[in-house]
């Protein structure tokens, strides 16, 4: 599949900055059939280096958020202010679990590569984020994941490449929809694979990272057979 947005965008810039699968084609790839507009303000939820709030903004005219834990706000404004994007994207350093925002103050979430390390439980979305967005409020999502729950079978040949921490937070579809339908404010429109893994994730096997290199035999030995990335769309309750 070509995902043309994401092919606008200097490929060294990209490389340099993902932090891993190609954030911006798994952007793409979940805001299909989304509807966002320009008058919307988003908040870009662990945004990395700042590649999908670049990616929302030009793309889509969005006024947005950009919040991260591990990356600093003067690191990301400084790649903003490279792009002239500096008047359309504000960077903020903060947890997940102490956002520094007021009620009712956003058109919508976006989270990519992230929301597994903090959401994958029955209380974050209700208590630390719900309350930040607006009633019909958009919320899109694109996280790894596997095809099927594979905790207590964990292939062999994969137990070497599966960090026990991140293996904790990759689960699979069914498992996602089981959690989010206990929440009182997420009202649940689609979840599902996503068609872009292997292009994401080549993308990264490319850029000059000690961690893409690390990740290339992971990639290979499991061939298609577990891995995954999911798609969530859903609205505010």
Same mark, same amino acid.
């Given at each position: ?19 891993? %699968? ?8 979940? @805001?299909?059939?989304? %509807? ?13 280096? /700042? ?43 903060? &947890?997940?679990?102490?956002? %520094?925002?007021?009620? &009712? ?23 630390? @984020? ?9 919320? =899109? ?10 905790? *207590? ?9 599966? *960090? ?9 579809? *069914? ?19 996503? =068609?872009?893994?292997?292009? =994401? ?6 850029? *000059? ?14 061939? /298609?057979?577990?891995?995954? @990335? ?8």
């Amino acid at each position: 599949m070509q995902y043309l947005k994401s092919q606008k965008y200097d490929t060294d810039f990209v490389r340099a900055n993902m932090m891993g %699968p190609n954030s911006m084609i798994i952007l793409e790839n979940l @805001l299909e059939n989304v %509807p966002l507009t320009s008058n919307m303000r988003v908040l870009d939820l662990g945004c990395g280096n /700042g590649l999908t709030s670049i990616f929302l903004a030009k793309e889509y005219g969005v006024q947005v958020f950009a919040v991260d834990l591990w990356i600093s706000a003067g690191e990301n404004y400084k790649r903003f202010k490279e792009m002239g994007l500096e008047n359309q994207i504000i960077p903020i350093h903060a &947890d997940a679990m102490q956002l %520094p925002f007021a009620e &009712d103050y956003f058109d919508a979430v976006i989270s990519v590569d992230a929301y597994h390390y903090f959401g994958s439980n029955e209380t974050y979305f209700d208590k630390y @984020l719900s309350k930040l967005l607006k009633k019909d409020a958009l919320i =899109a999502i694109g996280i790894p994941g596997m095809k099927y729950e594979i905790h *207590d079978c964990i292939p062999e040949e994969m137990e070497q490449y599966w *960090d026990k921490e991140a293996l904790r937070t990759w689960n699979s579809c *069914d498992w996602w929809e089981k959690l989010l339908l206990k929440s009182d404010s997420f009202k649940i429109k689609r979840i599902q694979e996503m =068609a872009c893994f292997d292009e =994401a994730w080549q993308d990264w096997l490319k850029a *000059d990272n000690k961690f893409a290199l690390g990740d290339k035999a992971m990639i290979e030995m499991d061939n /298609g057979r577990y891995m995954n @990335l999911i798609s969530i769309i859903g609205t505010k309750r």
